[in-house]
């Protein structure tokens, strides 16, 4: 479903991005409309999948995670069984926040959050006992300086 957005839709958007816990009424009030057309937006903009689910963001340190590992992976396997098992065992694990497929010399890459080195080894120790790679280089942030969820929604051209 295609769905045109125009540029009231990018600034409720917006709202919904920085603070998805609003009320309707303060959404409306923000983007200069009334709650009623601001909800009927919202519930179009969800049937065409625009807006996902909504969760809330934890503090990974807060909660003990203190270790965001940055794993490069390089396989010398591409039937389509392999990779199926690989991306089964990545949906498995919790400890990967993301993973993507690349162009280039590295095939994988992932996020790993975990509390500490000692659990980051427990995870690569799983993860290659499961499934073959050819070479796993892990990198370790020792600082994050932007993690952001929200999209650059540039007003309507």
């Known amino acids: 479903m295609t769905v045109r957005i125009d540029a009231t839709d990018r600034k409720i958007l917006a709202e919904l991005q920085r603070d998805a816990s609003q009320s309707l009424d303060e ?21 065409a999948g625009v807006i996902g689910r909504q969760t809330v963001i934890l503090d990974a340190e807060a909660l003990g995670f ?17 990779q199926a098992s690989f991306l089964q065992a990545l949906r498995d694990r919790p400890e990967v926040q993301e993973a993507h497929r690349l ?4 095939d994988y890459i992932l996020k790993v959050r975990v509390k500490n080195a000692r ?9 290659i006992s499961e499934v073959r790679v050819h070479n796993v280089t892990a990198l370790l942030s020792m600082e994050e300086i932007k993690s952001t969820t ?8």
């Open 66 to 82: 203190e270790a965001c590992f940055f794993v490069l992976i390089r396989t010398s396997e591409h039937e389509a069984e392999w």
């Open 103 to 106: 162009a280039g010399d590295i």
């Open 27 to 47: 959404i409306a009030k923000q983007v200069g409309s009334s709650k009623t057309p601001v909800w009927n937006r919202i519930r179009k903009l969800r049937e």
């Open 119 to 127: 659990a980051y080894d427990k995870f690569y120790q799983a993860l």
């Open 150 to 157: 929200l999209l650059p929604l540039e007003p309507a051209e």
